[in-house]
Every structure is written in structure tokens, then in C-alpha cells.
């Protein structure tokens, strides 16, 4: 008989979601030729929908259906951006802050430099690298397979197909 479905949907916590990502290019889409030569695109729009897994079909068939019908949606958004230049209930640009955006950039920045910079200039670190190489050739070498410190019982009981 035939399996239900291989994503195992029933058993992931309500929390877990699927991102529908749509990408528009405001004057055209950019060519092959164009990402060789990196010009970058002049307008680029993203609308993006979390879908929850509790809203997809469970079903070969209604999953497909569901399917085709997302794609419709993706279609019709992208009829709509050509014909207005956005998406609906895009934000304007005015909305977005300077000074959260320049804090962010600054904090983007500065973690990986400050970890970049202690990994390879703080003895302490230069320590723990070097012990951590050592564990993982004497694991690696002698053939020991530590126990997972943390392990999730849902994911291995979504690994074995249902049979009816």
C-alpha cells in the first residue's frame, strides 16, 4: 500500500514552517551574462509568506493540489507586481530605520571580526582549537562513537515509514 507522506508533518511542533519566497526584479530580470559580470540588478522585491506545517496536506494528492495552488498565487503576485510595480502591502522604504539598520550592520560586523580575531590571535582559543583537533583524531583514529549529548527521539521516529 501506498505511504501516507515522507515529511512526517504530524510530528513536527506547530512552530516549524515552510517560507514562501517570491522575487521580483523591478525593470527585468537579470541575464546570465549579468551575474558574470556582477551588475547588480536595479530594484530587487522579496515577499515572503511563513506558512505553518499544520496548513499543508498530509496527502500525496492533496499535497500536490495545495502545490499547483501556491504556484498560482505566485503567479498572480508577480501579474500584480508588473502591473502595479509592487507587491500588495509591501512597505515603503521611508519605513525602514537608519539607525537600526547601521546597528545592525555594526553588530554583523563586529561579531564574527571579534571571534575571527580570537580564534586566531588568543592563546586561549589557539588551546581549545588545538584540543578539539586532538579529540577528533583520537575519535576518528581509534574507531570511538561517542553518545549524542542531545538527541530527539521525533526525528528518529519520522526517519521509518508508516505501513498500513
Not at 512526517?8 to 521580483?24: G, H, M, Q
Not at 536595479?42 to 496527502?59: G, Y
Request: one cysteine or more; aromatic letters at 10%; charged letters at 25%.
Amino acid at each position: 500500500m501506498r505511504q501516507e507522506s515522507r515529511i512526517c508533518s504530524k510530528s513536527w511542533p506547530a512552530k516549524y514552517a515552510v517560507y514562501d519566497l517570491t522575487i521580483a526584479y523591478k525593470h527585468r530580470c537579470p541575464l546570465f551574462l549579468d551575474n558574470v559580470l556582477r551588475v547588480d540588478p536595479s530594484e530587487v522585491h522579496f515577499n515572503v509568506q511563513r506558512i505553518s506545517f499544520n496548513n499543508i496536506p498530509t496527502s500525496d494528492a492533496e499535497a500536490g493540489a495545495w502545490l499547483i495552488d501556491r504556484f498560482k498565487v505566485k503567479d498572480q503576485l508577480l501579474r500584480d507586481f508588473k502591473s502595479q510595480g509592487h507587491f500588495p502591502q509591501q512597505g515603503a522604504e521611508e519605513q525602514v530605520s537608519t539607525l537600526k539598520s547601521l546597528l545592525n550592520l555594526t553588530v554583523i560586523i563586529a561579531l564574527p571580526t571579534g571571534f575571527t580575531y580570537l580564534t586566531f590571535c588568543s592563546r586561549l582559543c589557539k588551546i581549545y582549537v588545538g584540543l578539539a583537533c586532538l579529540y577528533l583524531a583520537c575519535i576518528t583514529r581509534y574507531k570511538i562513537h561517542p553518545k549524542p549529548i542531545l538527541s530527539s527521539d521525533k526525528l528518529q521516529h519520522c526517519g521509518k515509514a508508516k505501513k498500513r
